[in-house]
């Protein structure tokens, strides 16, 4: 299993990022993939989660309605839509495989600093 995360960088509070996460290495449509984040000094937190088959999202309530979770199971790429960013949303941002909290295997991490 390979995760690989891209699309991170540094971004005005109130702009925007899509982070990507290429895998392989398994059937990827038949899973359940997440994003999680580690802000600097902080624990792991979970972002957001997909269904196999896109049909249920879940986001933590602190990004609901600004960060969008889809999927390309034909390109086997996991994505992350994230609008009206915010200061409190800087960390290391990975990729992981499996549903909120139950997850296998992780990917390198891509660094979001939300910073004026």
């Known amino acids: 299993v390979q995760l690989v995360e891209s699309g991170g960088g540094l971004v005005q509070p109130g702009g925007s990022l899509r982070l990507s996460c290429a895998a392989s290495?398994?059937?990827?449509?038949?899973?359940?993939m997440s994003w999680v984040r580690q802000a600097p000094g902080k624990g792991l937190e979970w972002v957001s989660s997909?269904?196999?088959?896109?049909?249920?999202?879940t986001y933590l309530d602190a990004v609901k309605d600004r960060f969008t979770i889809f999927r390309d199971n034909a390109e086997n790429t996991l994505y992350l839509q994230m609008n009206s960013l915010k200061p409190e949303d800087t960390a290391v941002y990975y990729c992981?495989?499996?549903?909120?909290?139950?997850?296998?295997?992780w990917g390198q991490g891509t660094q979001v600093t939300v910073s004026s």
């Open positions: 992981a495989k499996g549903p909120k909290n139950s997850y296998d295997y």
């Open positions: 290495g398994f059937t990827f449509s038949s899973y359940h």
């Open positions: 997909i269904s196999g088959g896109s049909s249920r999202t």
